[in-house]
């Protein structure tokens, strides 16, 4: 699909869709739980769809209903042996069920798709080994084979790596019939997701005990609500709220928690020291232009939201460094090569740095065409950028943006933006 997007600010009020983080959490708890849980999602993105599809390859029933699913557990005495688990292209399915199929015993296959066999599953792999199970990469036939009984005994994983290996023992360990013990290692980036884990557990009765440098995890059963509902998703406000500091009468984003623990809810944080006017009723945030600025941004806790305020970066006077980013390179595109890509295509000044970017804030962009190269993020960091464009920006590849959110270009078009799509 090739998307153009005429160039200028737009304004008016958006309501969130739900987060796909949320959403992951609440599912997997759902599937391991003792009775039928209904969870309030009204919209569903490709990621939300994997991990749908690989737990009821688990044998967990889950369908549609109104503006949700009905979940009924997985039955362990009914797993399909072996098993066929589609993740796609979802790097949140398949680190939080990897230890998830480990613990229930199960034997298979999870088959992915785009650059999803090539990201790390080191040290979470090992850890798996070595408590009784077999992991085989093969990121040739984009598959990974899993098999063995998950033992139960003292795990350790660094917590600089990925927050999504910590989150998929959290969800695994619970099941076994022994206690356990997750020790964390150094400092831990992205806090705010596993926190949301550990909020998400609270909801199915499950209480890790926090022992400073970690978690001991006693054998507990998952006990469900029977109604629970996924909050609005930060990273897919992010955009949005970029969008309305950078021009027009200003965007409000709607239904979103203003006590969420999703690390991207620092978006407000960062764009309030740019120089954007951020404030909020309740759950309804408003983004209205400032006199930006430059400033430095720490993105490790905050991986997700790099592309989009480079989009503002762009055009804030001065130089912001973007540091702690090394993680963006294995996600699904290498993110600090994409995003400088992106923006200097579209008349920005963008080099790489170490672990981050160096952005030269310029007075507008010039606009062009760039190619999502495959990535969500890509895409919205283009959509933020024709806002302060003097020409039309045109994305190649923009189906990129069903991973996560399936109708962002129609919303675009709702707050006033000419948005032409060819297929």
Not at 26 to 45: H, N, V
Not at 59 to 75: C, K
Not at 77 to 103: M, Q, W, Y
Not at 132 to 137: L, N, Q, Y
Request: hydrophobic content about 40%; aromatic content about 4%; proline content about 6%.
């Amino acid at each position: 699909m090739t998307v153009t997007i005429q160039p200028g600010p737009l304004s008016g009020t958006i309501r969130a869709i739900p987060s796909k983080s949320a959403a992951h959490r609440l599912l997997i708890c759902a599937a391991l739980a003792d009775t039928k849980t209904f969870i309030r999602c009204d919209k569903e993105s490709q990621d939300i769809a994997a991990t749908i599809r690989c737990l009821t390859g688990l044998g967990a029933v889950i369908t549609r209903r109104g503006e949700g699913y009905d979940v009924t557990p997985i039955d362990r005495a009914k797993i399909p042996s072996p098993c066929a688990l589609d993740c796609g292209e979802s790097g949140s399915t398949l680190r939080f069920l990897l230890p998830v199929v480990c613990a229930l015993g199960a034997a298979g296959t999870f088959h992915m798709a785009g650059r999803l066999a090539q990201r790390p599953m080191e040290p979470l792999a090992s850890q798996l080994r070595e408590h009784g199970c077999t992991i085989t990469p093969r990121p040739q036939d984009n598959q990974m084979d899993f098999s063995g009984q998950l033992t139960p005994g003292a795990f350790t994983l660094p917590g600089d790596v990925s927050s999504q290996f910590i989150s998929g023992l959290l969800f695994a360990l619970p099941t076994l019939d022994e206690p356990s013990t997750l020790t964390i290692t150094g400092q831990v980036e992205s806090k705010g997701y596993i926190d949301l884990t550990l909020r998400a557990l609270a909801d199915f009765g499950v209480v890790p005990q926090d022992k400073g440098d970690g978690y001991r995890i006693p054998p507990v059963g998952y006990h469900g609500p029977e109604t629970v509902a996924v909050e609005g998703d930060w990273s897919n406000a992010a955009p949005w709220l970029c969008m309305g500091v950078l021009g027009g009468e200003g965007i409000t984003v709607t239904g979103m928690d203003p006590d969420s623990l999703q690390g991207d809810k620092g978006v407000c944080d960062v764009l309030s020291r740019m120089g954007g006017r951020i404030a909020h009723t309740g759950g309804d945030y408003t983004a209205k232009p400032g006199k930006l600025e430059a400033t430095v941004i720490d993105a490790r806790n905050i991986p997700d939201l790099v592309p989009v305020l480079s989009a503002v970066a762009a055009v804030a006077p001065g130089e912001t460094r973007i540091v702690g980013a090394a993680r963006l390179r294995i996600k699904e595109s290498d993110r600090l090569v994409t995003t400088r890509q992106t923006l200097n295509a579209l008349g920005g000044d963008v080099e790489e740095t170490g672990d981050g970017l160096l952005i030269r804030g310029r007075e507008t962009l010039t606009g062009g065409t760039i190619d999502a190269q495959g990535d969500h993020r890509v895409a919205m960091l283009a959509a933020v950028a024709s806002v302060v464009c003097e020409n039309p920006v045109t994305i190649t590849g923009a189906q990129a943006i069903n991973k996560s959110y399936p109708t962002f270009w129609q919303e675009l078009r709702e707050l006033g933006k000419a948005v032409t799509t060819i297929d």
